[in-house]
């Protein structure tokens, strides 16, 4: 499966911001899907994970309350929608998919190109 991410920006601190994740191939409904964000010099870590049925989800303590992670199966589309945002999640952001799911990388076996996204105070 191919991911292709976008919606990423320059937006001012308290702005929202809606990633999207297009799945190509093989449909997105076989995988567990999250978006991760990586720091230079940082792993890569789980900003939200949503499990085939979008039953199931995580979020990052960073992450609750302020944002959304949902999925279209029907469009195999990954949505993140970020409200209040912060300088501090100034990021690239990764959706992924894969077979295990969970928060982290490991669970994953399909990565996107990255979306930056930018937080100005």
């Known amino acids: 499966v191919q991911l292709q991410a976008s919606g990423g920006g320059l937006v001012q601190a308290g702005g929202s911001l809606r990633l999207s994740c297009a799945a190509s191939g093989r449909t997105s409904s076989s995988y567990y899907m999250g978006w991760f964000r990586q720091r230079p010099g940082k792993e890569r870590e789980a900003v939200a994970a949503?499990?085939?049925?979008?039953?199931?989800?995580y979020y990052a303590d960073s992450a609750k309350g302020r944002f959304t992670i949902s999925r279209d199966n029907a469009k195999n589309t990954l949505y993140l929608q970020m409200n209040n945002l912060k300088p501090e999640d100034t990021d690239v952001y990764y959706c992924?998919?894969?077979?295990?799911?969970?928060?982290?990388?490991?669970?994953?076996?399909?990565w996107g190109q990255g979306t930056l996204v930018t937080v100005s105070s």
């Open positions: 992924a998919a894969g077979y295990g799911g969970g928060r982290y990388a490991s669970g994953y076996e399909y």
């Open positions: 949503v499990t085939i049925s979008g039953t199931s989800i």
